[in-house]
């Protein structure tokens, strides 16, 4: 079973608007990874985030970590069509020889 | 550079055949992993490798999956007397170093299997 619930599953916003996405875990990490998924096609990486940082950046996008409440979340600054997506979180558990566990996703649809 | 690669793009198998998917990861990445995602799932682990070795294959959900990774790059995953519930996309992803995971897994395109 997975160990990761999004949160929401689906989010319908307009181009420029921000989009969050929440994730949850349960288990001590080493890191949380975000993904995006294209309808169809692979994984693409976004951005890595340890368990010893709380915020980190990269473009228009900004990642928490709060290890106290096993949670993460995605934020995404001034949205495009082409943010439209599937995107995952993902842990890296303690002791568990770096196999990810992924959440369910949230699909995300950003409209012109 | 180039990145992970997958093939075949798309599989489909009749009910009790067998069928081989190949990953060939990054050049000198370390792990490889095998996940399957079902459709409008996350992926799930299948199974590990650190070079050649077999360290985790714990997500294989019967013996009828088997994977092999011989000199420690291509990797080739196998199911055996396929069933409709094996009906997924199949996802190679490697990365740098093995060990506890503070490297970035880089994912393939995946195989998309259809078992009918």
């Known amino acids: 079973s997975q160990q990761g619930e999004e949160d929401p599953q689906a989010l319908s916003i307009q181009e420029g608007e921000n989009a969050t996405m929440n994730c949850s875990y349960k288990?001590?990490?080493?890191?949380l990874q975000w993904y995006r998924q294209n309808s169809g096609r692979g994984l693409v990486h976004l951005i890595l985030?340890?368990?010893?940082?709380r915020e980190k950046h990269s473009g228009r996008l900004r990642v928490t970590l709060d290890t106290s409440k096993k949670s993460s979340s995605l934020l995404i600054t001034a949205s495009r069509a082409a943010d439209t997506a599937s995107y995952f979180c993902?842990?890296?558990?303690?002791?568990?020889?770096?196999?990810?566990?992924f959440g369910q996703g949230t699909e995300l649809s950003v409209k012109p | 550079g180039a990145g992970v690669s997958q093939s075949p793009r798309y599989k489909v198998a009749k009910r009790g055949q067998d069928v081989a998917l190949r990953c060939d990861p990054i050049?000198?990445?370390?792990?490889l992993f095998w996940y399957q995602q079902a459709l409008g799932q996350g992926p799930e682990f299948l199974t590990y490798?650190?070079?050649?070795?077999?360290?985790?294959k714990s997500g294989l959900p019967s013996d009828r999956f088997f994977a092999e990774r011989p000199e420690g790059s291509v990797s080739t995953l196998k199911i055996q007397r396929t069933q409709q519930e094996d009906s997924a996309v199949y996802l190679c992803?490697?990365?740098?170093?093995?060990?506890?995971?503070?490297?970035?897994?880089?994912f393939g395109p995946g195989t998309r299997l259809l078992v009918l």
């Open positions: 993902a842990t890296d558990a303690r002791n568990q020889g770096g196999k990810l566990i």
């Open positions: 985030i340890r368990s010893n940082e």
């Open positions: 490798f650190q070079n050649e070795a077999q360290l985790d």
């Open positions: 288990t001590s990490i080493n890191n």
């Open positions: 992803a490697s990365s740098q170093t093995g060990g506890a995971g503070r490297e970035t897994q880089y």
């Open positions: 050049s000198g990445h370390v792990s």
